[in-house]
Nanobody, 124 residues
């Protein structure tokens, strides 16, 4: 059974940092592009960041560019997003997703597997 398990969420203050992790039980993790999406209360799910299978290519939403960094460790079957300079508008449930033979683009329908999400709350 394929599982993606996010961790690392929590309650932080404006300007703080968090690193979210995604542990994958995928058989050939290196064949998957990974991404992070988020969904805030009352809003649609949105793309945050994506990374190609090898980790050599990354994509970011404009709202997080320069603040968030996505990475991937194929040997450990892990994906991460380092979030710096957190703002109130970053409050959301964050989901990791895996796309078989993808490139890490922002189209949610391309992703084959999803985690259950981890809550990130930024307070003032």
């Amino acid at each position: 059974q394929v599982q993606l398990a996010e961790s690392g969420g929590g309650l932080v203050h404006i300007g703080d940092s968090l690193r979210l992790s995604c542990a994958a039980s995928l058989h050939s993790f290196s064949d998957y592009a990974m991404a992070w999406f988020r969904q805030a209360p009352g809003k649609a799910r949105e793309f945050v960041a994506g990374i190609s299978r090898s980790g050599g290519l990354t994509h970011y939403a404009d709202s997080v560019k320069g603040r968030f960094t996505i990475s991937k460790d194929n040997a450990k079957k892990m994906a991460y997003v380092q979030m710096n300079g957190l703002q109130l508008e970053d409050t959301a449930i964050y989901y990791c997703a895996a796309d078989y033979y993808g490139v890490g683009h922002g189209r949610a329908e391309e992703y084959d597997y999803w985690g259950q999400g981890t809550q990130v709350t930024v307070s003032s």
